[in-house]
């Protein structure tokens, strides 16, 4: 075999395996599960690979409400104001994670809630705890109430505290009220 001949086979060998481990996606199926819609900080729309439609509430952790109504949204009131100006960048945060992640998540279902959502930790495909970053940079809290249902509670916890050490995010704004507060005091679910 002349060189030229080994060359030209070692280099349509090399472009062979590259084509092919870029299509073992379309192969085998992409990693994780498909996510369609952030709905707000704490809850996604998501797609498993079988097809079917979920919706998925965060475990351990409650991040601020966003407006979702037009009544809501055009609200002069300072508490709805900054509840909902906190939950735009919790949901902002959390889109920019997920399209990092290729709109893909690994979901660890933990238990489901009363409107029928899978209640889950959630990890990005390179193993982020999307939780832990979401309560490290502010922009949500520790669910104490169902903090017994978070396998990963140690880690939220020392997310929190650090955050709240260093006044990052809400634990900076002096008139945030807490997520489950607001909605107590406004009849929300």
């Known amino acids: 075999m002349t060189k030229l001949n080994k060359k030209l086979l070692i280099l349509l060998s090399s472009g062979f395996i590259i084509l092919g481990l870029m299509g073992c996606n379309r192969l085998f199926g992409a990693s994780g599960d498909l996510v369609e819609r952030?709905?707000?900080?704490?809850?996604?729309?998501?797609?498993?690979?079988?097809?079917?439609?979920?919706?998925?509430?965060?475990?351990?952790?409650?991040?601020?409400?966003?407006?979702?109504?037009?009544?809501?949204?055009?609200?002069?009131?300072?508490?709805?104001?900054?509840?909902?100006?906190?939950?735009?960048?919790?949901?902002?945060?959390?889109?920019?994670?997920?399209?990092?992640?290729?709109?893909?998540?690994?979901?660890n279902i933990t238990d489901s809630d009363?409107?029928?959502?899978?209640?889950?930790?959630v990890r990005l495909?390179?193993?982020?705890?999307?939780?832990?970053?979401?309560?490290?940079?502010?922009l949500a809290k520790v669910y104490r109430p169902y903090l017994n249902k978070c396998p990963s509670k140690e880690l939220v916890q020392q997310a929190e505290a650090k955050a709240q050490q260093q006044r990052i995010g809400i634990w900076g704004d002096a008139k945030f009220t807490n997520p489950w507060e607001y909605r107590s005091l406004n009849n929300k679910k």
């Not at 508490?79 to 690994?106: C, H, P």
């Not at 009363?114 to 930790?121: D, L, N, P, T």
């Open 38 to 107: 952030v709905s707000d900080g704490d809850t996604l729309a998501v797609k498993d690979a079988k097809g079917n439609k979920f919706t998925v509430r965060f475990a351990c952790m409650d991040a601020p409400e966003i407006a979702h109504s037009r009544k809501e949204q055009a609200s002069r009131r300072v508490s709805d104001r900054n509840q909902f100006s906190w939950g735009a960048k919790a949901q902002q945060r959390l889109e920019q994670l997920v399209r990092q992640s290729g709109d893909r998540v690994t979901l």
């Open 114 to 121: 009363r409107y029928g959502r899978k209640v889950a930790e």
């Open 125 to 138: 495909r390179d193993g982020t705890f999307v939780q832990e970053v979401l309560i490290q940079e502010g």
